[in-house]
């Protein structure tokens, strides 16, 4: 009964297409891969990954499980579900498309 | 995720709530190290972390927010939303609640019945292999369950590795004296093998309970152990109960013990109230083989199968029943013999017991559970429709609310939050009618001579089934509103500043066409049931049971054997004839219906000799007279006929002329008594009409009125208009009569009738009662949807008015709209009701299915109750103003 929701930003977007690519990884490893591949364009409140994270886990994009990591610490891991993907596809085109309309606009204009 | 998971969230908050710390604190902690391994401080780290993160303590909530509110709040905020909806629409709420908390009632009350009297095991340890034992003959519909006792013995002896036999009394209600009271009381009495009670695993509740050692000589072991029952209702708990003396059958017993309070006995229905061993029964039953007295019952041994016992009691019992049959009548034709020899021996498992009761009342409630769940059925078809038409006006509100975004599953949701609300409330108020209605039931089931008692106790099983119930008629009368609800669009619903104007009735026509056929199931099957009960009522008994009261009178101290000379009862009988205010008396060793019967073979010269075996009665002369029993031919008994010297004068009906006269007359001819080896001759100085027995539904036996001869107890008929207040003046003429006679026990000749028709009493009135709830329903539901269809169609019905479209004219359009529905459920449910009719003719008397009558009677009724549903909105729609109609959009 997932309701669909479409989050403000592109931070999901960001976060499914790291899932995608990376495999799973816990809030923190995303972090860095967002730190290192948008040059701190994109950086934000750290902390608001989380909600984030967990509002994606609730509409079923993501799923999470609880690793221990070799330091004995426990640390919870995100992975993209079959949803997920479907859903990153249609924001990934949909983005594309207003990302083509705004160019053409700035063009034209 | 599932808001399964949601729901564990929400119970495992706690868990919830490490688990966010945790993940967060990972992140703090990696930060930092990977500070700490760049060189930074490390007090200096986590403080750049912190901030680099944010405030914890807000996304911690914010987090916890997502996982545990949004379902738990949006639920809420129905719950909310549908009470106050359902305030706002104080009639429809009422109307709903009411007629389905009725039905969930009756559907709870006919189940815990069920439960009580067939479905629960007995109270007693693995009650899974206990069994009983039956007899049948070949061609016998049922099994015979009477045993003798030799025949148990031996039985019991022989089977000992495959089954722990023990034997058991019947039950019927007995005087007992109990030592600290003048009168006798009437209880339950069941007289049991030693080792029953262990074998049941019963324990006491005080005292000790019968043990083997309590069964060995007859006669000799006066002891006695009441149900926790009936010492809690009779004794009030009290424990000096022990050691207290009862006298029952004519004999002392001490009370030993108390069994535990959920033991009630083996037969459900009714409640055992005491205990004695069998032998204390009378020891010349004990050893007769030809008594058939006790039944059998017993605990498989482990590992044992039903068909390994069965042939080992075969053999036994087949060899008993040979010995036996030399003492058969030897012109016995050879195929009652052959009958008698063949018949076989069941072992039956019976894990919830065995009772007449059950035998006698399990069909007609699985009956009545049927016509309740069509009751509830009804309910749910009229609720659902009520909240179609309440859907529809929502419309805009709906439509409103999809604009703003509300997800078509939250429209769902919220719908059948506020169904749920309301068989919730009807489930509690279910519950209560349920409590109050099941005892009542029950009682209805009581006659003047059986006492039926069933241990109704709201355990989880009914808690479940309400449960249930409850669940199934949300989704049944929530569904189709949520879902047409959850249809709308918002353009549709607002472009028109008005309901949209095509007839939205479509959805209400199946429910209209199940509601109708329901009902009708309901009012075909209570039509037959009242029809039969009529019948019966009506039925001709071929005597006058009316202003007879029917009064014991023991001659003598209770327990002497000594007879009282026929002299004694012709001197009582003729002094209460001519006292004021008695208009006839009789006097006979019973009386008709009260149950008890004899059977004797004849033998009729120039006849060979036959298994039936014709009724008979000791009477007194002027039994016909005070029975209003007809002579047809000869004359009546006469006190003179007992004197030995005579041979002996008998009365024969009608039917006993026919069958063994045929074609003569009987008056004048003899015939004889088989009395084992001895023929008595009996003469027949006069024919009487045919009168029913014991038994209101067969035809009138052929019966054999002999005189009455000496016995100690008798029965007097006493044909009065002053009914039961006739028994003052029998206890002031009774001594003067004679200073030993006392009447025992008294009732009225209609009320033994009446004991006969409790079943189809029963049947009758609770069909009764719900066939009139359910053309209530069926009228306020039809109401509801009319009334919808007129506001719907206001405008349509204004304009046609306005092109001069007449007022008969409006009225068939309303009509119209269910017209061919309702005709369509009136023929879906006549043949349901033929279908299922057969289930219920079993236990009716003369009523038929295909009986016009039968059909014509709920069509008739429903009917009316459609058209009386329907003549308001169609007045109504009469009454459109064209002007006012046209403009309100």
């Known amino acids: 009964m997932a309701r669909q929701e479409s989050f403000q930003g592109s931070l999901p977007l960001l976060v499914l297409k790291i899932l995608l690519k990376r495999g799973p990884l816990h809030g923190y490893g995303i972090t860095l891969r967002i730190e290192e591949i948008s040059d701190d364009v994109l950086r934000v409140e750290e902390g608001s990954l989380y909600p984030a994270l967990h509002r994606m886990e609730e509409a079923g994009w993501i799923k999470a499980k609880w690793l221990t990591t070799g330091n004995k610490r426990r640390a919870r891991a995100y992975e993209i579900t079959a949803e997920g993907r479907r859903r990153l596809e249609a924001e990934e085109k949909r983005w594309m498309a207003v990302h083509a309309a705004v160019m053409r606009a700035l063009k034209h204009a | ?889």
């Open chain 2, 1 to 889: 995720m599932s808001w399964l998971s949601r729901f564990v969230n929400v119970l495992r908050r706690k868990n919830l709530e490490r688990d966010l710390e945790d993940e967060l604190q990972f992140h703090l902690d990696a930060r930092i190290d990977e500070l700490t391994s760049r060189g930074m401080p490390a007090e200096q780290a986590a403080e750049y972390a912190r901030r680099r993160f944010g405030d914890t303590l807000r996304l911690r909530e914010s987090s916890r927010d997502i996982k545990l509110i949004p379902r738990l709040d949006s639920i809420l905020l129905d719950v909310v939303f549908g009470l106050r909806a359902w305030r706002r629409n104080k009639v429809v709420t009422a109307a709903a609640v009411v007629s389905l908390s009725l039905a969930i009632g009756a559907c709870a009350a006919a189940f815990s019945l069920i439960d009580a009297l067939i479905l629960r095991s007995l109270p007693v340890d693995d009650p899974s292999t206990l069994v009983h034992l039956g007899v049948r003959a070949p061609g016998d519909a049922r099994d015979g369950m009477s045993f003798n006792y030799p025949l148990f013995e031996q039985l019991r002896d022989a089977s000992r590795a495959q089954v722990r036999l023990f034997g058991l009394s019947d039950q019927s209600r007995r005087d007992a004296s109990f030592d600290d009271a003048a009168q006798p009381e009437k209880v339950y009495g069941q007289w049991i093998s030693g080792d029953a009670f262990a074998i049941l695993g019963v324990r006491p509740a005080l005292g000790r309970l019968i043990m083997p050692s309590d069964d060995v000589t007859p006669g000799r072991h006066p002891v006695a152990v009441l149900s926790h029952d009936f010492w809690t209702r009779r004794f009030d708990r009290s424990p000096s109960v022990l050691g207290r003396w009862v006298t029952i059958r004519e004999k002392s017993l001490q009370i030993i013990g108390v069994a535990e309070a959920r033991f009630t006995g083996v037969e459900p229905g009714i409640m055992t109230d005491l205990w004695a061993p069998n032998m204390m029964w009378d020891a010349r039953v004990i050893a007769d083989a030809s008594t058939r007295w006790f039944r059998i019952w017993g605990r498989m041994q482990p590992d044992v199968d039903t068909e390994q016992a069965r042939s080992v009691l075969q053999t036994v019992f087949t060899g008993f029943q040979r010995a036996q049959a030399r003492s058969r009548p030897p012109d016995e034709p050879p195929d009652s013999l052959a009958r008698y020899l063949n018949t076989s021996i069941h072992v039956r498992p019976s894990a919830s017991g065995y009772s007449w009761v059950r035998q006698e009342f399990a069909r007609a409630l699985w009956i009545l559970a049927g016509v309740a769940l069509l009751v509830l059925l009804v309910a749910c078809a009229n609720v659902a429709s009520l909240l179609v038409a309440r859907a529809s006006s929502r419309e805009r509100e709906i439509a409103l609310r999809i604009s703003i975004g509300a997800g078509r599953g939250r429209l769902i949701q919220q719908m059948l939050i506020e169904s749920a609300l309301l068989s919730a409330a009807a489930g509690v108020i279910g519950a209560v009618v349920a409590v109050v209605i099941a005892p009542g039931i029950v009682s209805m089931l009581s006659t003047s001579r059986s006492v039926v008692r069933l241990d109704l106790h709201w355990d989880w099983r009914i808690a479940l089934f309400l449960g249930t119930a409850g669940l199934l008629v949300t989704f049944l009368f929530g569904l189709a509103p949520a879902l047409r609800a959850s249809a709308v669009t918002p353009y549709d619903a607002l472009k028109s500043g008005n309901l949209k104007e095509a007839p939205r009735v479509g959805l209400f026509r199946p429910l209209v066409a199940a509601q109708t056929a329901f009902a009708f199931v309901v009012l075909f099957v209570a039509g037959m049931c009242l029809a039969s009960f009529q019948k019966l009522v009506r039925i001709d008994l071929g005597f006058d049971p009316e202003n007879i009261a029917i009064v014991r009178v023991q001659a003598g101290e209770p327990g002497s054997d000594a007879a009282a000379p026929l002299a004694l009862w012709e001197q009582l009988q003729r002094h209460l004839e001519r006292t004021p205010g008695i208009e006839s008396v009789s006097v006979s060793r019973w009386g008709l219906f009260e149950g008890p019967g004899r059977n004797k073979s004849v033998r009729v010269p120039g006849r060979a000799v036959d298994s039936y075996m014709p009724w008979y009665l000791d009477v007194s002369p002027g039994f016909l007279r005070t029975m209003r029993i007809r002579l047809v031919e000869g004359r009546d008994l006469e006190w003179r006929d007992g004197v030995p010297e005579t041979p002996s004068a008998v009365l024969v009906n009608e039917g006993f002329a026919r069958r063994y006269f045929p074609g003569e007359s009987a008056v004048g001819k003899r015939f004889f008594r088989i009395d084992g080896d001895v023929l008595v001759p009996q003469d027949i100085v006069g024919i009487a009409g045919d009168a029913k027995y014991t038994d209101l539904r067969e035809a009138a036996p052929p019966t054999v009125y002999e005189l009455l001869r000496p016995f100690p107890m008798a029965v007097l008929q006493v044909r009065t208009p002053l009914d039961g207040a006739v028994a003052a003046l029998l206890r002031e003429e009774l001594p003067r009569v004679h200073p030993a006679l006392r009447s025992v026990e008294m009732t009225l000749q209609s009320t033994l009738v009446g004991n006969h028709l409790v079943r189809d009493r029963a049947l009758a009135l609770l069909s009764g009662f719900f066939s009139i709830v359910v053309m209530v329903l069926v009228a306020v539901g039809l109401y509801g949807v009319l009334t919808f269809g007129v506001l719907r169609r206001m405008r349509e019905i204004g304009i046609r008015m306005a092109l001069g479209a007449r007022p008969l004219r409006v009225v068939a359009l309303v009509l119209s709209e269910i017209g061919w529905v309702t005709a369509i459920g009136l023929a879906i449910g006549a043949a349901g009701g033929i279908a299922t009719a057969r289930l219920v003719t079993g236990l009716l008397h003369e009523v038929t299915p295909s009986d016009p009558w039968s059909l014509a009677t709920p069509l008739i009724c429903l009917v009316t109750a459609c058209l009386l549903a329907a003549l308001l909105p169609a007045l109504r729609a009469t009454r459109v103003d064209p002007v006012t109609a046209l403009r309100c959009d």
